[in-house]
């Protein structure tokens, strides 16, 4: 984040010539962790904000779409997900969210960061919402690409809510993190990813798209609009061998029933219709 000409507003330079600026109102935190910049700031519109090396990473007012879309899509697509990996995910939303199913009997929590758990902890306690001190998670300090390479686990949902592919992240978006990853999923397994903002970031979710294209049967991308992450909507990748994506609109309402889950953004008619394409990103698909 830079200064703006606004005096109070700051700035978030996120690919040529395009950004966003946001009002702070207080900066609460700002301070380099051993990996990242970490600061957090409050905002009339979005609440607290955590930023990493100067990028939005989650508001407490909108982090509900891109939890809830990386962790119910896959879960309820699945049916019967009991071991669910989340790869990054410091802040605790993603665990918020995939500790909700009652199916899901455990979930491992890879953060190369320890900084930024022990901070939200403190100064973003509505993120996470109880779920460090769920019994259910395992929190693992450790860089994702080296968990996944070692790894002898399996899993039946894995969720890669990173940052973006530059520094600690860029990692996780390599070949051979994605064949480790599907070497961890279980049979019928699902891998899901934070893939950026196609508008401005295609050339990235190309690239993700063409290793899950030569990794899995069924692989391609869904999509949800979360507006801290500025520049249209979000593409989530997608990749299993499974029939996860199959599953009709009844059978996802009867599994979002059981669960018993309520939601603010996800809802079954979402989930079906979020793999639907817009040209533009159709035509990055490899
Ligand atoms: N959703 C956000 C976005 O798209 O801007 C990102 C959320 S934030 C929780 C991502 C987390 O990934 C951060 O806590 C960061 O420390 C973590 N991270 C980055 N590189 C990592 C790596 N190689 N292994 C594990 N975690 C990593």
Redesign the pocket.
């Known amino acids: 984040m830079t200064d703006t000409p606004i005096p109070g507003w700051t700035l978030e330079r996120l690919h040529k010539g395009y950004g966003q600026a946001l009002e702070e109102t207080e900066v609460l935190y700002d301070s380099q962790t051993d ?2 910049r970490l600061r957090v700031f409050e905002n009339p519109r979005f609440g607290r904000v ?1 930023t ?1 090396d100067g ?4 508001t407490e007012a909108d ?1 509900f779409i ?1 939890h809830e879309m990386l962790t119910h899509v896959p879960i309820l697509a699945h049916g019967a997900a009991k071991r669910v990996l989340i ?5 605790g ?2 665990a918020r969210e995939a500790l909700r199913h009652p199916s899901v009997e455990s979930v491992t929590m ?4 320890a ?3 022990d901070f ?1 902890k403190t100064y973003l306690p509505g993120i996470s919402k109880g779920a460090f001190d769920d019994p259910r998670l395992t929190l693992v300090i ?6 996944m390479r070692k790894t002898d686990q399996k899993f039946d949902v894995i969720v890669v ?4 592919p530059v ?6 978006f390599t070949d051979t993190f994605y064949g480790h990853a599907k070497r961890a999923l279980t049979e019928g397994g699902i891998l899901v990813t ?1 893939n ?1 903002v196609p508008f401005v970031q295609g050339e990235e979710l190309t690239n993700s798209m063409r290793a899950f294209k030569a990794l899995f049967a069924d692989w391609g991308c869904y999509m949800a609009t ?1 507006p801290t ?1 500025a520049g249209g909507p ?1 593409a989530f990748g997608w990749g299993t061998d499974g029939p996860g994506r199959g599953a009709t609109l009844a059978e996802i309402e009867a599994r979002f029933a059981a669960a018993a889950i309520e939601t603010d953004y996800y809802t079954p008619e979402i989930h079906k219709a979020a793999f639907a394409l817009p040209g533009y990103v159709r035509r990055l698909m490899p």
């Open positions: 990996h990242q955590m990493l990028v939005v990473q989650v982090n891109y790869i990054g995910g410091g802040d939303g993603m890879v953060e190369i960061d900084g930024v758990v939200c450790d860089d994702g690409a080296a968990f809510d990173s940052t973006d520094g600690p992240g860029e990692v996780l934070q950026g979360v992450y979000m």
